[in-house]
């Protein structure tokens, strides 16, 4: 019997629906782990296919086309260590979520999902049948036990497990990004080693997925919980781990434990991460944005050259009348400190040209919101015309504040693909940028220093659609307003949840109806980066005719 057994863990990157490209980055790794003398090369939840899958793995012919892809890799990797992989199973006619492990040319063993999450962005309940709980599996003589992803998050699982002879247990995830979410992870797992006495992998996929973002940062606990690994945050990376066979069991080698990053890095290196990943996923290579000198789209340009490169970057100025001109200082300036393309496009011939159509229409009535709207939707226009024409993805700006109570002009400013800001409030916007300007890190391809001017982050904030206008003339100040979203949103709390808060009943209620009468705003605005657990998409799905309200 060996009291000596080593796992590759490939904590890698896999893109949605790209089998062959999947499949060739497993048996990377498995050489690598061949190399290096491992019994055993593990890979994340669903690697085949990529993760969240949502309605896309039902397609017979997407998860017929992904098991005969795992079965090509049981082939193709028959001389060597073992293979676990992610994927798609077919039983009796029903879908299952399931672990592979891969040996000797066949697939050995197949784990099947127990615990299906049907909560925030997963609806597995809907998708795959609930696995039975079966006991663990045996490479060269030694027990594994793969309770997939939420099946660790709950004591049976990996109780039955350890009961039924597993010797260590090696948890393959999908487990996407919110805030603070990585020490919860931490917490779970502790709990389960300590239950069962095993040591514990935590193995998670790393990579934006649509709004989605894996922040890898798997990890190793030997029995007692001490922490024996820990791979990076939000990178890829391939480590090889060593257990040994003592007098009471299997311990963990210890191995390298990276640095965690606080929440405003970690935040930030998801935006970067996502952007970079949803060009790359769906075949873009360079982005435009407005830069109108504010602090929202100063922070998306930035996240924008981190992610691609100044080269791949073109902000836009589209000043009308009411532009001031420290909004053309500071945007012009913000540019040249990024290194990327500026373009100086005004748009007062063409705003006359619309107002001028619309005269007859509008004659006897008084300039309005409408006014201001037709700027953002001329700036929007002459955007998409140059994201067609220069085959360069347009990013929009609004930060989740914004989002949440509709200020933004609906195909005006929210026109475009992206929204790296949409689930950051205001008052996190100006956190990070004086976290960027004061940091900088490998992965980011931007310039060190304060590329965000000082005047951007001081200035109130301001629209600019008339004349000396500020937010806080059509908003509370932001930190009242982003207080009662979280309350609202985030905690989904109640009104007389604000007031106890300390928040003025008046200003919550206005929130709350400002908040559900966007909502149709929202469900046509871009995609953007997950940060929380309530970010607008999948995690909070509200109806647009609604005219309920909270009288508490």
């Not at 109108?292 to 970057?313: C, H, K, Y």
């Not at 011939?349 to 007859?360: C, Q, Y």
């Not at 067609?388 to 002009?409: I, P």
Request: hydrophobic share 40%.
């Amino acid at each position: 019997m060996a009291d000596r057994f080593r796992v590759t863990l490939a904590q890698w990157n896999p893109t949605m629906g790209d089998l062959e490209g999947n499949a060739a980055r497993a048996r990377a790794a498995w050489s690598e782990g061949r190399e290096a003398g491992a019994d055993l090369v593990a890979l994340p939840e669903m690697f085949i296919t990529g993760y969240n899958t949502q309605d896309l793995v039902m397609k017979p012919a997407f998860h017929t086309a992904a098991i005969a892809a795992v079965k090509t890799l049981a082939r193709d990797c028959a001389d060597g260590p073992a293979l676990a992989i992610g994927g798609p199973a077919l039983e009796g006619g029903a879908l299952y979520n399931a672990y592979y492990v891969l040996q000797g040319g066949r697939i050995a063993a197949r784990v099947l999902k127990h615990h299906l999450p049907n909560e925030t962005v997963f609806d597995e309940k809907r998708i795959y049948t609930q696995g039975h709980v079966t006991g663990p599996y045996a490479i060269n003589g030694v027990r594994i036990g793969s309770p997939i992803c939420e099946d660790s998050w709950f004591e049976d699982v990996c109780e039955t497990l350890a009961e039924t002879g597993a010797e260590f247990l090696l948890v393959p995830n999908g487990s996407p990004y919110y805030r603070e979410k990585l020490a919860h992870r931490h917490q779970l797992m502790v709990a389960r080693v300590v239950e069962t006495g095993l040591p514990l992998i935590y193995l998670n996929l790393v990579g934006g997925q649509d709004d989605q973002v894996f922040d890898g940062a798997s990890f190793a606990l030997n029995p007692g919980g001490e922490l024996a690994l820990q791979m990076p945050v939000m990178t890829e990376s391939l480590a090889h781990i060593d257990l040994t066979r003592g007098a009471d069991g299997w311990r963990i080698e210890q191995a390298p434990l990276a640095s965690i990053p606080g929440p405003t890095e970690q935040d930030y290196h998801a935006m970067v991460l996502s952007l970079r990943d949803y060009l790359r996923k769906t075949g873009f290579s360079k982005v435009l944005l407005g830069l109108s000198g504010g602090i929202d789209s100063a922070l998306v340009a930035t996240v924008a050259v981190d992610a691609l490169g100044a080269e791949n970057v073109r902000c836009v100025m589209l000043p009308s009348e009411y532009t001031s001109q420290a909004s053309l200082d500071d945007a012009k300036a913000l540019a040249g400190n990024l290194g990327c393309r500026y373009d100086f496009v005004p748009i007062a011939e063409g705003r006359a040209a619309i107002t001028g159509t619309l005269a007859p229409l509008f004659e006897g009535k008084k300039p309005d919101v409408t006014e201001e709207n037709i700027q953002s939707r001329l700036r929007g226009l002459l955007l998409m015309a140059i994201s067609n024409k220069f085959g360069e993805m347009l990013l929009t700006t609004g930060n989740k504040s914004e989002v949440a109570v509709g200020y933004a002009t609906i195909y005006g400013d929210m026109a475009g693909g992206y929204n790296p800001l949409k689930d950051m409030y205001k008052t996190r916007v100006f956190e990070t940028c004086r976290w960027r300007n004061a940091h900088h890190r490998d992965w980011m391809h931007g310039p060190e220093g304060a590329v965000i001017p000082q005047r951007i982050i001081e200035r109130p904030p301001s629209a600019e659609l008339a004349p000396d206008q500020r937010d806080e003339d059509s908003l509370p100040p932001y930190p009242v307003l982003d207080g009662i979203l979280d309350i609202l949103v985030d905690q989904d709390g109640s009104i007389a949840d604000c007031v106890a808060a300390g928040y003025a009943r008046e200003d919550a209620k206005r929130v709350e109806h400002l908040l559900y009468i966007s909502e149709y705003k929202r469900f046509q605005s871009a995609p953007g980066t997950r940060l929380s657990k309530r970010a607008f998409w999948l995690d909070r799905r509200y109806p647009i005719a609604n005219r309920w309200r909270d009288d508490s």
